[in-house]
């Protein structure tokens, strides 16, 4: 069993509020929308990250982190990118992906909205875990931690937290 923590649009915010929310997971999913590649070190110091890149990451993160992760947690496959959509209105880049991956987690940042959708037509579920930063339009700070054992994915909780 493994405890995913998954954030997105920090833009350069990793404070103890959201340490504290993630401080029992045993990885850390950033799906874009980093801030700087300093920040993704500090936040793979305290757990274990897997990261894509957002539109405001640079190219050292560029070359560092991939615009699409695809990979296996326990036995779930999981595609990762930052502009992906949602159910009904994925990106073009996201649907090709999806169709030809065939994950059974999508996750998606980018919106500063979260969102927890089952997909019917891929047979998915998606997630976009909101924004953890302080940067954008959003009034309150979000994120998403859950827990991957084999095939279930379970216990999935959400993090609110006013921004300053």
């Not at 509020?17 to 980093?34: Q, S, T, Y």
Request: glycine share 8%; charged share 25%; net charge neutral.
């Amino acid at each position: 069993m493994k405890r995913i923590g998954v954030i997105s649009d920090t833009h350069g915010t990793f404070d103890e509020p959201l340490r504290e929310f993630l401080k029992n997971v045993d990885e850390i999913w950033h799906a874009g929308d980093i801030g700087s590649l300093e920040l993704a070190d500090e936040i793979n110091a305290f757990k274990p990250l897997r990261a894509v890149y957002g539109n405001i990451d640079g190219g050292v993160i560029r070359r560092v982190y991939r615009e699409f992760d695809f990979f296996k947690c326990e036995e779930v496959t999981v595609l990762m990118t930052h502009i992906g959509g949602y159910p009904r209105h994925y990106s073009p880049q996201a649907v090709a992906k999806i169709q030809s991956a065939r994950p059974k987690l999508f996750i998606a940042g980018h919106s500063h909205i979260l969102k927890i959708i089952y997909d019917k037509v891929y047979n998915l579920l998606h997630i976009n875990p909101g924004a953890a930063g302080e940067y954008g339009f959003h009034k309150i700070r979000t994120a998403v931690r859950f827990e991957i054992d084999g095939t279930e994915i379970r216990n999935m909780e959400i993090w609110e937290y006013p921004r300053r």
